[in-house]
DNA sequence: TGATAAATAT
DNA sequence: CATATTTATC
């Protein structure tokens, strides 16, 4: 009964100020299983056949994002050239230049990624053991800086990272389509549609999969470059 | 069923 | 924007 969700697209940035990598959506459990992507086949989402609706970006609910380790190392990274005075969830985002990216996403991983932060300060020198809750931040190196209460002045930067500076040649290596799971094949499945891609403007090649696991539909962005 | 991650609400 | 709470996923 909440018709008020469209307005996801409100916070897209404008074309002129992304940045846009090539993302890759792929399903959660071969993004984090494996290292590699891979694209199933086209590069637009199912669309029935003769169907006159669509444009379904607008009403439908977005599907929960799946936090890579290359996401979040993209995140850390666009943390430590802002600074943490900076570092709010806007800059962020807007740094990280990653399509499909909103600044919901970004302000829910800040505040958890503040809090691992806190975390490790009390466990410092001591046991820094994971407990297999901090593996995605685990997974990316936490700068000096971010541990330092009054560290830096304010005027620093780390570095410029001008979006567009870091441009790798993103691979898309979308040859092989990705293997059908086991439980392929959900009996019961809405299909939803990529919102963002359609608007880009031809900037990014990103590639759009829905994919049901089990049954929920999870949306996976894959940065296949940088680092 | 519980714990964690992400989303959503305040 | 930060924090708290709720919801979804593992």
């Given at each position: 009964m909440r018709e008020e969700e469209s307005n996801w697209f409100e916070d897209l940035p404008s074309p002129e100020e992304l940045m846009p990598l090539s993302q890759t959506l792929i399903s959660p459990h071969l993004a984090i299983a494996f290292d590699i992507t891979n694209s199933s086949?086209?590069?637009?989402?199912?669309q029935p056949p003769s169907a006159a609706e669509d444009e379904p970006a607008r009403t439908l609910k977005r599907p929960r994002l799946v936090w890579t380790p290359q996401?979040?190392?993209?995140?850390?990274?666009a943390v430590a050239h802002l600074g943490i005075k900076n570092a709010v969830p806007k800059t962020i985002m807007q740094l990280m230049s990653v399509d499909?990216?909103?600044?919901?996403?970004?302000?829910?991983?800040?505040?958890?990624?503040?809090?691992?932060?806190?975390?490790?300060?009390?466990?410092?020198?001591?046991?820094?053991?994971?407990?297999?809750?901090d593996h995605l931040f685990a997974s990316s190196p936490v700068p000096p800086h971010f541990l330092h209460?009054?560290?830096?002045?304010?005027s620093d930067h780390y570095l410029p990272f001008v979006p567009g500076l870091q441009q790798h040649r993103n691979h898309l290596h979308h040859q092989q389509h990705m293997a059908v799971p086991a439980h392929f094949g959900s009996?019961?499945?809405a299909h939803f549609e990529l919102p963002i891609l359609s608007r880009m403007g031809a900037s990014v090649p990103g590639y759009v999969e829905d994919v049901e696991s089990g049954g929920r539909k999870v949306l996976t962005l894959f940065p296949a470059g940088d680092d």
């Open positions: 086949h086209h590069q637009f989402p199912l996401l979040h190392k993209r995140f850390v990274d499909g990216l909103t600044r919901e996403n970004v302000a829910s991983h800040l505040q958890k990624y503040r809090l691992y932060l806190k975390r490790m300060q009390g466990l410092a020198g001591g046991s820094a053991a994971d407990s297999a809750t209460p009054a560290a830096r002045p304010a009996p019961r499945n």
